[in-house]
């Protein structure tokens, strides 16, 4: 009598009747889920149930089905022993005992498996600094690293990536280990279903540029295996790896196991190593793919390295015990993409600064006339119930930049004003005013810890650029006067680069769409796989 729960992907499609419909393929069979009060939209991929707030599911989302009491949970909760035998209970509060008796059973057993909820899912897991590093001498270590890094006419065009990933490789080399490193580079499949030749999607995608990089510029005596993986799988023996120096593979995504999490290509690169495995690759710890999840079923030890140990340092602290007052800023175009982590981060921050699409939707939603200012129409009965219940903890946006032309593709934009009020008829606003901006620096002074997640204007256009950029500027000045500021990857986290202040905020993150999910959750499948610490 376990509880019936198992994990799925979300895929979205009407219904055969007026209801919405969500599919979840489960571990065992296809479920499927629809109510009268649930609305989808096909466009987005996205299935909105309506309650106190609003869920909204993504397709491709990870949920977990729990098929007796007819409920879907957001993300990954553990399928091994974490769930709790129902006669367990039923038999305790049977038994013949006190009521104070049989209440203090049941909080038993409800604590252990909340224990190994915590040890699964939480954010202290095992690193490599935590580590004897006599673990590691004269061992192959599996590192997978994110080196997906930018790169024009075969040159590495922004290394920051490559830099964040050195203090691991050089820790374990330090400790006498041999690192096999391993990584993702760019989309190769996805060349090839455009009609490329596997020869030429192959020289597009091989991480030759990075390993000529790495070899300039840190690790001379890094050792390349080009033609190590291929579609088949691993191509390269555990006898070739070189000991005691640097070694790096081929692109994982050349081998079609990868991204298909196959066990016989998670075999196989687990069997480079002597059982020892290192994530430090925290950008993509929302995957389950074969090096992020399959390998860690085939290895003794597996390690955060000291990437994924700051991540979860300042993230995953961020959020669960953050110096108050705690702060959140959040900008972006679409509300829908964002929803989940703001209706995480409105429990437990006191104050959340809104600007972007996600401002506007919600002024609209206020009953604001923002005229042509991006909105998401399906998401305004969301926002709604979001200010209803959070409208204490949402300031909005007070004044605006607007142009009465708006073309994002050809960067351009027509007459402009500022720190207008009211947005003329017809114009639209795609950046906040001096009075917004001013009352957002003013509630970030007092903050005790501060995370930004989303550009708050258009800032990849020179006109829309100088909100975002004074933010930028100004949490740098925070920071520097002591305060706790995380900027929460992707487009966030290039703001505070083009700004030149990110070597002075407390922490950027290297996730994009990992940092968001990790923010929402506080874990990740890459991140549950690991040793709990």
């Known amino acids: 009598n376990?509880?019936?729960?198992?994990?799925?992907?979300?895929?979205?499609?009407?219904?055969?009747?007026?209801?919405?419909?969500?599919?979840?393929?489960?571990?065992?069979?296809p479920c499927v889920v629809g109510c009268s009060n649930a609305t989808i939209n096909t466009e987005l991929g996205v299935v909105t149930f309506k309650g106190d707030p609003d869920v909204t599911l993504k397709e491709g989302e990870l949920v977990t089905v729990d098929a007796n009491g007819g409920c879907i949970y957001r993300g990954a909760v553990p399928l091994s022993d974490s769930f709790i035998k129902t006669h367990n209970i039923l038999e305790t509060v049977s038994r013949a005992m006190t009521p104070e008796q049989a209440a203090a059973?049941?909080?038993?057993?409800?604590?252990?498996?909340?224990?190994?909820?915590?040890?699964?899912?939480?954010?202290?897991?095992?690193?490599i600094s935590g580590v004897d590093k006599a673990v590691f001498a004269g061992k192959n270590v599996l590192v997978r690293l994110d080196l997906n890094v930018p790169f024009s006419k075969g040159q590495v065009t922004d290394a920051a990536r490559i830099e964040a990933a050195l203090p691991t490789v050089k820790y374990l080399l330090a400790a006498g280990a041999t690192p096999v490193l391993c990584s993702h580079f760019g989309e190769p499949d996805k060349q090839e279903k455009k009609g490329k030749s596997r020869e030429e999607v192959y020289a597009q995608h091989s991480l030759r540029p990075v390993a000529d990089y790495i070899r300039a510029n840190h690790l001379p005596d890094l050792v390349f295996h080009e033609g190590s993986i291929a579609s088949s799988g691993v191509l390269v023996s555990k006898a070739a790896i070189v000991k005691g120096k640097p070694n790096l593979?081929?692109?994982?995504r050349f081998a079609i196991g990868e991204k298909e999490n196959d066990s016989v290509f998670a075999r196989g690169l687990a069997g480079l190593a002597d059982g020892i495995y290192v994530n430090d690759a925290f950008g993509t710890c929302h995957r389950r793919h074969a090096s992020i999840t399959g390998v860690t079923k085939h290895a003794e030890l597996r390690l955060a390295g000291l990437l994924i140990e700051k991540e979860l340092k300042y993230l995953g602290g961020a959020v669960s015990e953050p110096r108050r007052p705690f702060v959140g800023i959040t900008g972006g175009s679409k509300i829908s993409s964002k929803l989940g982590v703001i209706e995480s981060l409105l429990q437990k921050i006191d104050t959340l600064i809104v600007g972007g699409g996600i401002g506007y939707t919600l002024l609209k939603a206020r009953g604001f006339d923002v005229q042509k200012s991006l909105v998401e129409e399906s998401m305004l009965d969301t926002a709604k119930k979001l200010l209803q219940k959070y409208g204490d903890k949402i300031v909005l946006p007070l004044d605006f930049v607007v142009t009465d032309k708006f073309d994002f593709a050809a960067q351009k934009v027509g007459e402009l004003r500022r720190d207008v009020k009211t947005i003329p008829e017809g114009w639209e606003s795609f950046d906040l005013g001096k009075e917004s901006l001013?009352?957002?620096?003013?509630?970030?002074s007092g903050a005790g810890t501060?995370?930004?997640?989303?550009?708050?204007?258009?800032?990849?256009?020179k006109e829309g650029s100088e909100g975002t950029l004074r933010l930028a500027h100004e949490l740098a000045a925070l920071a520097e006067k002591g305060k706790t500021v995380i900027i929460g990857g992707g487009d966030s986290a290039s703001a505070v680069k083009i700004a030149g202040v990110a070597d002075k905020m407390t922490h950027v993150s290297t996730g994009g769409g990992a940092s968001l999910e990790f923010l929402e959750r506080l874990t990740l499948p890459g991140i549950s796989a690991l040793d709990s610490d």
């Open 105 to 127: 059973e049941v909080e038993r057993i409800l604590g252990e498996r909340i224990d190994i909820m915590t040890r699964e899912t939480g954010i202290r897991k095992k690193n």
């Open 450 to 461: 501060i995370l930004w997640n989303g550009p708050i204007g258009a800032f990849e256009i």
């Open 438 to 444: 001013d009352h957002a620096v003013e509630i970030l």
């Open 2 to 29: 376990f509880i019936n729960n198992s994990q799925g992907i979300v895929t979205v499609f009407p219904g055969r009747t007026s209801h919405a419909a969500i599919t979840s393929i489960t571990l065992n069979k």
């Open 249 to 252: 593979i081929e692109n994982l």
